[in-house]
């Protein structure tokens, strides 16, 4: 009979990796982890792959071996191994949630610490339902009507982690001006999305800049991402890139670090928070100026 090996969640992906790394930086092989949990060395991969799930008690002795006696670091491994196959709270939604949006919604549940840059659509996290309602309908090919009000749940459900009483999560965004300027919507449902954003920035996790046109060509341009970080010792973080058909996770130090350099880059090209508050004003007055004309 064949077996079919289960698709990696986002947290066995994230233990796997992190094994991995570990038991190379001590200097073991897959056949050194293997002897230790009395398995093979195929099934190490595979836990190493995300594709297996792996005991508590099989990671403690995995980094007794690896020398690792940073217990907040243990801890968090223990606790990944121990959620590995946890249902999230969009699991209620059933199907209409796919694989890859869930895997993108246990890294955002998990994250304490998330920047993004977007250039043409306000950030997810910070968009009005009206504004998100507009653009799911801008594009046939992502989802079918009937399931657009479900999508709206979900969407309240994530932005809960901007607003809840307990270690809210840090939101640092960096929006080009077309995505201010693109009137999503029509004006009235954008001039209610701008309202928004200046009523969100009002918190102290969250950090809004504008990169403004004149700026010209700048590190971004290769298109919006976002960048996970989590409370871990040494994390470097998970990027996040999409585009309408797929979605790809860089997890290696390298990737990571090279987007979080983007970001940086942006960062100083980028008017600053107060600034960005001030030009958002003036935009969102521009926009109905130009609607009491009509």
């Not at 994250?111 to 009005?128: E, K, M, V």
């Not at 009937?146 to 270690?167: F, P, Y």
Request: glycine content about 6%.
């Amino acid at each position: 009979m064949k077996v079919v090996e289960q698709v990696p969640t986002v947290r066995r992906r994230r233990l796997g990796s992190e094994l991995r790394k570990l038991r190379e930086e001590a200097g073991r092989s897959l056949e050194d982890a293997a002897t230790i949990l009395e398995c093979s060395r195929s099934k190490i991969s595979r836990i190493e792959l995300g594709y297996l799930g792996i005991r508590v008690r099989d990671v403690r002795d995995l980094l007794d071996d690896y020398g690792v006696t940073d217990e907040t670091l243990r801890t968090h491994l223990a606790a990944l191994a121990r959620d590995g196959n946890k249902r999230g709270w969009w699991d209620a939604y059933g199907q209409i949630i796919q694989p890859a949006y869930a895997n993108y919604l246990d890294l955002e549940s998990d994250a304490n610490y998330i920047r993004t840059f977007q250039s043409i659509l306000i950030p997810g996290l910070l968009q009005t339902e009206a504004y998100s309602r507009a653009v799911i309908r801008a594009n046939p090919a992502l989802v079918r009507d009937e399931v657009v009000d479900t999508l709206m749940k979900v969407r309240a459900e994530r932005q809960a982690i901007l607003t809840r009483d307990t270690e809210p999560v840090r939101f640092w965004a960096i929006i080009g001006e077309a995505a201010l300027r693109t009137p999503i919507g029509g004006a009235d449902v954008m001039s209610a999305q701008l309202h928004h954003l200046a009523e969100m920035v009002k918190r102290p996790n969250i950090t809004l800049q504008v990169l403004p046109y004149s700026v010209g060509a700048h590190a971004g341009l290769s298109g919006p991402f976002v960048i996970f970080s989590f409370a871990v010792p040494n994390d470097t973080g998970v990027v996040f890139l999409e585009n309408l058909s797929s979605s790809l996770y860089l997890e290696t130090p390298d990737e990571a670090a090279g987007y979080t350099l983007v970001f940086d880059d942006l960062r100083s090209s980028a008017l600053n928070p107060a600034d960005s508050l001030e030009y958002i004003a003036r935009i969102t007055h521009e926009l109905g100026t130009k609607e009491a004309k009509r």
